[in-house]
């Protein structure tokens, strides 16, 4: 919608064990959002050596902040023209969760993965892990300087702010303890894999998230004919492989 802040992740989906292009995706989410051609999108990056698009050309440069992921053959791109944005996905595995807490995380994250259900640990460990990778995205440092020790929202604890209204879809940001005006969240994209988007929003974390799958021939779901994004999202994508994500905001 006209004045939200948005941000949209673009999952690709490679074929025979490849990754998906992470060009692709990123010039197809240029596009999109900056309502040109792809062929007119160019892929930078800036100071902070963070990924950004652009349109180069005889006007003013435009540029869009993103932020790339990978697991295995799956890319996944997030965009957002109203600051930054960081995301990280993993692939659902079975890992010791608890020991590996215990050594990266902080005391307090330690203990509340040991106290989850033993069968939902390593997806709760993956959890915390891509909330602090999109985090450190999000600010432009990564894991350095004890990111992996920054303290992230409990998934399913309190602190998530829902505005009313919005279309079914589940997925809350929350505010990041410590740090002003950054949230994180995990959108629910299915497929075995674990995602977070992490945003740097002035105006707190009533943000919703809607995922919206699209096929061969661009249709869309009924979630995103309720909301409203039809257009955009038939423009993200028109491959089977691609499975763009709605975060909106104020």
């Known amino acids: ?16 064990g490849r990754p998906a292009p992470a060009g692709l995706l990123l010039r197809r989410a240029g596009a999109t959002l900056l309502g040109r051609a792809e062929d007119e ?9 963070r990924p950004l698009v652009a349109v180069c050309g005889a006007g003013a440069r435009v540029e869009l902040p993103v932020s790339v992921s990978r697991s295995g ?3 996944v791109v997030a965009a957002r023209p ?3 944005v960081g995301v990280d996905v993993e692939r659902c595995r079975p890992l010791p969760a608890r020991e590996l807490a215990r050594r990266w995380y902080a ?9 989850r259900p033993a069968d939902g640990q390593a997806a709760d460990f993956l959890r915390l892990w891509t909330a602090k ?23 399913d604890g309190p602190g998530a702010l829902r505005r ?11 505010p990041v303890p410590g740090v002003a005006n950054l949230c994180v969240g995990h959108p629910p994209v299915g497929g075995g894999l674990v995602l977070a988007v992490a945003v740097v929003a002035a105006d707190g974390p009533t943000v919703e998230v809607v995922t919206v799958q699209v096929d061969v021939a661009g249709n869309v779901d009924g979630a995103a004919r309720r909301s409203g994004h039809v257009a955009a999202v038939r423009n993200a994508s028109t491959e089977r492989t691609s499975l763009p994500v709605v975060v909106r905001g104020n």
């Open 1 to 16: 919608m006209p004045g939200r802040d948005t941000a949209y992740v673009w999952i690709g989906r490679g074929v025979g």
């Open 41 to 49: 999108i160019v892929v930078r990056h800036g100071r902070d050596g």
């Open 73 to 75: 053959p799956v890319v």
């Open 82 to 84: 109203g600051g930054p």
């Open 107 to 115: 005391p307090t994250e330690a203990a509340w993965l040991a106290g």
């Open 133 to 155: 990778e999109a985090v450190g995205k999000a600010l432009g440092v990564g894991l350095r300087d004890g990111g992996l020790r920054r303290r992230m929202p409990v998934p």
């Open 164 to 174: 009313p209204g919005f279309a079914d879809g589940g997925g809350w940001l929350r």
